[in-house]
């Protein structure tokens, strides 16, 4: 059973086009981190939220965790061929808790 | 900016051969983790350090797979004997501390094929 569940697992797009990832759990968690991973390179973080209903914003990226703390999303606005890659994310239940991973939506944007 | 290096890059072994990995984490970084990661999914936690103490270790198959780090610096995990459904992208992170916002600075990862 995944604690995390993205959606959707994969996405195809044109150069322009805007598009959401979703996260979502049963589960409350203490903090959520949204990752990037480019092939056969390490994921690198994007981003932190930690309270109930934020809102955080890097350039064409906007990211949103849930007010109840179980599910969070993430909001590309006119997507670039360079955003393309495995979009994680991943989330510590409690302080010192172990990061969780869901399994990653694959976003391809052509140009 | 800092990095956290793998070595090696790739790794091809037959199965029931002995394998390892090593990775140096970002200096000061005590708390070091080990993921396993299959093709297009996410990460799934191996063992987790505290300095040289391990913390989590609960999804590690330690009837095969060992994980140390003697000095609390450089770690080392170990498969003996590989088996074919161990064919992975083995990935290693450091973070400052092991709290729940501490972000996880990944390196670049071994790419294990056996065969």
């Known amino acids: 059973t995944q604690l995390l569940e993205q959606s959707p697992q994969f996405l195809s797009i044109q150069e322009g086009e805007n598009l959401t990832v979703y996260c979502n759990s049963s589960?409350?968690?203490?903090?959520l981190q949204w990752y990037r991973q480019e092939p056969g390179e390490g994921p690198v973080l994007l981003v932190t939220?930690?309270?109930?209903?934020e809102v955080k914003k890097l350039k064409r990226l906007t990211f949103q965790f849930g007010d109840a703390r179980k599910d969070s999303s993430l909001h590309i606005t006119a997507a670039q061929p360079g955003d393309t890659g495995l979009y994680l994310c991943?989330?510590?239940?409690?302080?010192?808790?172990?990061?969780?991973f869901g399994q990653g939506t694959e976003l391809s944007v052509k140009p | 900016e800092a990095e956290v290096a793998q070595s090696p890059r790739y790794k091809i072994t037959e199965k029931s051969q002995a394998v390892a990995f090593w990775c140096d984490p970002i200096?000061?970084?005590?708390?070091l983790y080990w993921y396993r990661q299959i093709l297009g999914q996410g990460p799934e936690l191996l063992v987790q350090?505290?300095?040289?103490?391990?913390?989590?270790d609960s999804q590690l198959p330690k009837d095969r797979f060992s994980a140390e780090r003697l000095k609390g610096v450089d770690s080392t995990l170990k498969i003996q004997p590989a088996e074919l459904g161990d064919s992975a992208m083995y990935l290693c992170?450091?973070?400052?501390?092991?709290?729940?916002?501490?972000?996880?600075?990944f390196g670049n990862g071994t790419r294990l094929t056996v065969t």
């Open positions: 350090f505290q300095d040289e103490s391990v913390v989590d």
């Open positions: 200096s000061g970084h005590a708390t």
């Open positions: 992170a450091s973070s400052l501390r092991g709290m729940y916002n501490s972000p996880l600075h």
């Open positions: 939220v930690v309270t109930g209903g």
């Open positions: 991943a989330g510590a239940r409690n302080q010192g808790g172990k990061l969780i």
């Open positions: 589960s409350v968690f203490s903090s």
